[in-house]
Nanobody, 125 residues
C-alpha cells in the first residue's frame, strides 16, 4: 500500500509557474504508475498527467500538454508536476494518485488505487 501527500499548491498569477510535489510512503513506490488529477469547483475530476514506474513513458491531457511536465525520483519516493504558463482555467484541487496499471490505462479513464488528500492551485487573471 502507498500513502501519498501533496504539497506546493498556492496562489499564482496567470502566466506564472508552480511545482507540485507528491511524497509517497511504502517500499513498493517504484512499482507504481503515478499521476496527477484535478477537480475544479462544480466540475468532475479530470486526468492531468501520468508517468510510468520507470519514468520512461508519460501521458498528458491535451489542455496541459506543452505547459506541464511530470517527473519522478524513485530513490526519493517523489513525483513532481512542474506547471508553467498557468491559466485561470487551471484552478483546481490537484491530486496525486498511483496504481499498478499502465499509464495508458489511466490516460484512457482508469481510476488509480491510491490517492493523496489534494492541494489547492489558484490562478488569478
Amino acid at each position: 500500500q502507498v500513502q501519498l501527500v501533496e504539497s506546493g499548491g498556492g496562489l499564482v498569477q496567470a502566466g506564472g509557474s508552480l511545482r507540485l510535489s507528491c511524497a509517497a510512503s511504502g517500499r513498493t513506490f517504484s512499482r507504481y504508475t503515478m499521476g496527477w488529477f484535478r477537480q475544479a469547483p462544480g466540475k468532475e475530476r479530470e486526468f492531468v498527467a501520468v508517468i510510468s514506474w520507470s519514468g520512461g513513458t508519460t501521458y498528458y491531457a491535451d489542455s496541459v500538454k506543452g505547459r506541464f511536465a511530470i517527473s519522478r525520483d524513485n530513490a526519493k519516493n517523489t513525483v513532481l508536476l512542474q506547471m508553467n504558463s498557468l491559466k485561470p482555467e487551471d484552478t483546481a484541487v490537484y491530486y496525486c494518485a498511483g496504481g499498478i496499471n499502465t499509464g495508458n490505462y489511466y490516460y484512457t479513464g482508469g481510476v488509480p488505487d491510491y490517492w493523496g488528500q489534494g492541494t489547492q492551485v489558484t490562478v488569478s487573471s
